[in-house]
């Protein structure tokens, strides 16, 4: 019988990501960690190219942008000046028969206000604080407690002065930051959508009072372009501006960026307009200056900001949900993921057709020549077909193989992915057409020397 190719959903994504070595569960062999998770071999690479990615977008590609690395323990003034000690927290409800607790705000609207594990009734909602408390120095005791930051953004509001006065940036100016950030979160899951232990990726973008509506447009702009560049489609993209009634009390607007996840619509990103809250809190809790002296007026003012705030690791799930595909293949399916070249984990394997000796050293050195070029992997395990399978199952925009004929003539097969055509190249011009191919030039584009693949070697 043939197989029916179907959607993505989260069951095939963890299964498919476990069995490849994007990522497993935490200390799996203690039976795991509640909704943490680690990154194995190939979603390591995965996540650093997203990182990488935005990296390059928000920092290294502007003038106006500089980066920082804060610390993940501060000095616990910073998250009563933040206002997380008081009122970072969500209304928490606890099921009186089987004791189960939720978030009050995130019940399925088909409970109806009713426990969905045992139909049972609520407690009150209680308001539960989010932070991961712990002790700094040898005694446990209220004065030497800390918090484990739920954002990076405030490493970046406490070194406003010191980015000022060292980068001697003018109004408007950035700074970005990637970080693990923690939440002790009432209800986890999705897989990576929602853990307690998570990386940010954050902008505090700091701009002229009075030109932050424009600001808050063009971020939102840019952000939605950069998921763009990393393959995610339009379509599964949409922006949701926050009613009156969601905003924080400093926020002067804000809107999410969803993606279409398995699990329905969610956030992959907020991007909020701040105002001066966070420096003034700052100011007022330390004692110290944040303002900026404004040359063309000779007065110190305090910037507004412009937070575009996303999750490294709801990206990479949306890039993962994005890219998954099946499709028919003979009476089989074929599994892959699509990924946009700059963000697969591994760009071009080499492949030897056999481990016979004298094509192994020439596979080898093909593989030798390409590794300082691309994120290269060597499989010379199992049939042709199977490491094709395997390399679509990670991704991998190009396969090379290397047959006996090589050995003859000095060209190698150049396979890709999404539509399996093949070409034919000489060897010395394999690292320079990879090139261009990944940078988005067509397979069928031939250097010199080159031919279209046999249809009847196609398929593989
Ligand atoms: P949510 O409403 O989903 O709890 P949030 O509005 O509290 O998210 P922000 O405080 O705006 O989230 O954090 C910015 C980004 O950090 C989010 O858009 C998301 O991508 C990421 N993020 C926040 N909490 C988590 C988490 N528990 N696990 C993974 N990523 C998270």
């Not at 927290?89 to 607790?101: A, G, I, T």
């Not at 110290?288 to 799930?317: C, M, W």
């Not at 925009?397 to 290397?402: A, D, G």
């Amino acid at each position: 019988m043939t197989a029916t190719p179907g959607k993505v959903t989260m069951e095939k994504l963890v299964s498919l990501c476990q069995r490849r070595g994007f990522i497993f569960p935490s200390s799996d062999i203690y039976g795991g960690l509640s909704s943490c998770w680690d990154y194995g071999p190939v979603g390591v690479e995965l996540k650093r190219n997203v990182k990488e990615a935005w990296w390059r977008a928000n920092v290294r590609d502007r003038d106006d942008m500089v980066g920082l690395d804060t610390s993940i323990l501060m000095n616990p003034r910073v998250w009563e000046a933040s206002g997380h000690v008081t009122a970072f927290s969500d209304p928490l409800v606890e099921c009186k028969k089987c004791h189960q607790r939720f978030r009050a705000d995130d019940l399925p609207p088909e409970a109806e206000g009713k426990c969905p594990n045992c139909g049972g009734d609520f407690t009150e909602p209680q308001q539960f604080n989010l932070m991961f408390k712990t002790f700094i120095g040898p005694v446990e005791d209220a004065a030497s407690v800390v918090y484990l930051r739920p954002e990076t953004a405030q490493g970046i509001f406490v070194n406003f002065a010191n980015v000022l006065n060292t980068s001697r940036k003018r109004l408007p100016f950035g700074i970005a930051q990637i970080g693990k950030s923690f939440r002790n979160e009432i209800t986890t899951g999705n897989f990576i959508f929602r853990s307690r232990e998570f990386e940010q990726m954050e902008i505090e973008y700091f701009v002229r009072p009075g030109t932050d509506d424009e600001w808050f447009a063009y971020w939102t702009n840019e952000r939605l372009k950069f998921y763009g560049s990393l393959g995610i489609r339009k379509e599964n993209l949409r922006l949701r501006q926050h009613g009156q009634d969601e905003l924080a009390h400093y926020s002067r607007c804000c809107s999410d960026i969803e993606y279409n996840f398995p699990m329905g619509w969610a956030e992959l990103e907020g991007i909020a307009n701040r105002g001066d809250y966070d420096l003034k809190q700052h100011m007022e809790y330390s004692g110290k200056g944040l303002t900026y002296l404004d040359e063309a007026t000779n007065q110190h003012i305090v910037p507004y900001v412009i937070e575009p705030s996303a999750g490294v690791d709801r990206t990479v799930l949306a890039v993962l949900c994005d890219a998954y595909d099946e499709e028919p293949d003979k009476d089989e399916i074929r599994v892959l993921f699509h990924f946009h070249p700059d963000v697969a984990p591994v760009k071009v394997a080499v492949l030897p057709l056999s481990r016979k000796e004298n094509l192994a050293a020439c596979a080898k050195d093909v593989y030798a020549s390409l590794r300082p070029c691309f994120a290269t992997q060597y499989d010379d395990t199992q049939s042709i077909g199977r490491r094709y399978r395997r390399q679509d199952e990670l991704g991998t925009p190009y396969c090379v193989t290397v047959d006996f004929q090589s050995l003859e003539d000095n060209m190698a097969t150049i396979r890709e992915r999404d539509t399996m055509n093949q070409i034919r190249v000489p060897t010395a011009a394999l690292a320079d057409t990879l090139a261009k191919k990944l940078a988005g030039e067509d397979i069928l584009v031939l250097p010199e020397g080159g031919v279209i693949w046999k249809e009847e070697t196609k398929g593989g």
